[in-house]
């Protein structure tokens, strides 16, 4: 997709709509991409996340078709409209990017909903494999529009778990529902305090640039994709530690009580995976407790020590996120941490405002001694979640 944040045109998306597609669209959305503060791993375990939705959306021009028929286009990828038949989708088959806003129709109708086909033009400036929920975005976007065009009267909570069992049981990829819920339902100038076990949330107010602070995100350029099994890995070794403890999900271990369940499980491999879990959703509490005190300095150093977790326990990160992490430590950063999925992607640095050129740098600079990609970096502003804008 394509790289920054700028407002997408509007007006340009429709007319590139009414091009491929010889007719105008009924309207255009868009939904942002994530970074996520706090909690990773957390949310296929019911624990707590807490992300934040980002300036970059997808944007789609949409209108209705009543033959069954779904048309598909990406201004972002090589090829042409992709033609699907709403009645012959089949989970699992393949398709590329089109499989995201194709899995949101399948959902849709599975569930019950009359949706008769549709002309989808699609625009992104979330980038790719960057750990910035690039799908997620496509996915709410598409359920946002057919919603308001079709009058299925969901919620934005139901639009993200349908979005969800589109990417889990369409796309194949076992993420939790963190990602779609934060396009969703973030509101600008806050970060979501999200419970996955009952997916209960809260607006939490996060404005860093008041307090002279400035949370960056470095993309690595170190491309991730979570459907090549590790992270299933992961989401089977948790599921493996909840049934030798005996709970449904590793949020029903208390933080206090680790050092115990720990003591119970054979599995190394099991043992750091609950390990982590069960510290990181202790993280989030601590992050909002700093944030509710009027303290977002303290929350730094839970950054840098959640990464370290998923370094060593979960170890889903690489050389690129520990430098990144690393360097702007050495660089006076108050915290960071890798955030998104691992494997490559993005990490989150909290820094002084008045430092932020001086670690960008810092870290420019260790990736060019390392002999690495340059890494990209800008500002993670709290953003409004998806919209309908036009």
């Not at 201004?75 to 699907?84: I, P």
């Not at 119970?264 to 407790?289: F, K, Q």
């Not at 996120?321 to 915290?335: E, F, I, Q, Y």
Request: charged share 20%; glycine share 10%.
């Amino acid at each position: 997709m394509a790289d920054g944040a700028h407002p997408t045109d509007v007006a340009a998306i429709a007319a590139e709509f009414q091009e491929l597609y010889g007719r105008a669209p009924e309207g255009v959305w868009e939904a942002p991409g994530r970074v996520n503060l706090i909690g990773e791993y957390t949310d296929f375990n019911d624990g707590f996340v807490m992300p934040l939705a980002l300036p970059h959306t997808a944007v789609a021009a949409v209108a209705r078709r009543t033959d069954g028929v779904l048309r598909l286009h990406s201004a972002d990828m090589d090829g042409g409209v992709v033609r699907l038949d709403a009645d012959a989708l089949e989970p699992l088959s393949g398709g590329g990017w089109a499989a995201y806003p194709a899995g949101v129709v399948w959902a849709l109708r599975a569930a019950g909903h009359p949706v008769t086909g549709a002309d989808i033009h699609l625009s992104s400036s979330v980038p790719t494999g960057a750990g910035l929920s690039s799908s997620a975005a496509l996915e709410v976007v598409t359920a946002l529009a057919l919603n308001g065009l079709y009058e299925l009267g969901l919620t934005r909570p139901e639009l993200a778990r349908l979005a969800q069992r589109a990417e889990n049981a369409f796309v194949g990829v076992p993420c939790g529902i963190m990602d779609q819920t934060a396009s969703a339902c973030c509101a600008e100038g806050h970060v979501l305090h999200l419970d996955t076990r009952d997916l209960s949330l809260r607006q939490v107010p996060f404005d860093l640039a008041a307090h002279g602070l400035a949370l960056l995100v470095v993309d690595t350029r170190v491309k991730h994709a979570l459907g090549d099994g590790a992270y299933a890995e992961r989401r089977a070794a948790c599921e493996a530690g909840a049934r030798a403890l005996g709970v449904r999900t590793l949020r029903e271990v208390p933080y206090a009580r680790l050092a115990d369940a720990l003591a119970r499980l054979d599995s190394e491999t099991v043992r750091r995976c609950v390990r982590h879990v069960v510290s990181d959703n202790e993280r989030v509490e601590r992050v909002a407790a700093h944030l509710a005190a009027g303290d977002p300095r303290a929350v730094g150093p839970v950054l840098t020590e959640g990464h370290a977790s998923l370094r060593d326990d979960l170890r889903v990160s690489c050389a690129e996120l520990d430098l990144v992490v690393a360097a702007s430590v050495a660089a006076g950063a108050l915290g960071a941490r890798m955030t998104g999925g691992g494997f490559g992607g993005s990490a989150i640095v909290l820094v002084e405002a008045a430092l932020a050129d001086t670690v960008t740098k810092s870290v420019e600079e260790a990736f060019a001694a390392a002999g690495y990609t340059a890494p990209r970096t800008f500002p993670a502003l709290p953003s409004a979640g998806a919209r309908r804008r036009s």
